[in-house]
């Protein structure tokens, strides 16, 4: 099992509902994203999962989009984030339309920090 912690944590709620699945360390959104396995999210998403921890891969891709930001949001408003990507054989693939800077490179799955261990 210390090799769920190094990459992937056991999660039993997925954005705030129960669902059971994984999530992993993004290190373009500087935070944790969650695949939901057992059971969907709340908008009836569902990932596959291979089983290997080592070197995970979930399909379908992950297309997270966060907004539009309203109006009275200084700095953010009118924008849509988006961080949409694969992680296949431990790789994460952002895609090109990704808002963040690592649109369209792929990065090893980083270890998880200390504090999601
Ligand atoms: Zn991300």
Redesign the pocket.
């Known amino acids: 099992m210390s090799a769920v912690r190094k990459f992937l944590r056991r999660t039993g709620t997925v954005e705030g509902y129960t669902a059971g699945g994984y999530s992993h360390w993004?290190?373009?959104?500087e935070?944790m994203?969650a695949f939901a396995v057992y059971a969907p999210q709340r908008n009836g998403a569902q990932w596959l999962f291979d089983g290997n921890v080592d070197s995970p891969t979930f399909s379908p891709s992950?297309n997270?989009r966060v907004g539009p930001y309203p109006d009275d949001d200084e700095g953010k408003k009118g924008r849509t984030d988006v961080?949409?990507?694969f992680l296949r054989a431990g790789q994460?693939q952002?895609l090109g339309d990704?808002t963040?800077a690592?649109a369209g490179q792929t990065v090893p799955l980083p270890e998880l920090p200390a504090r999601y261990r």
């Open positions: 993004c290190p373009a959104y935070g994203h992950k997270i961080c949409h990507y994460i952002f990704c963040h690592m």
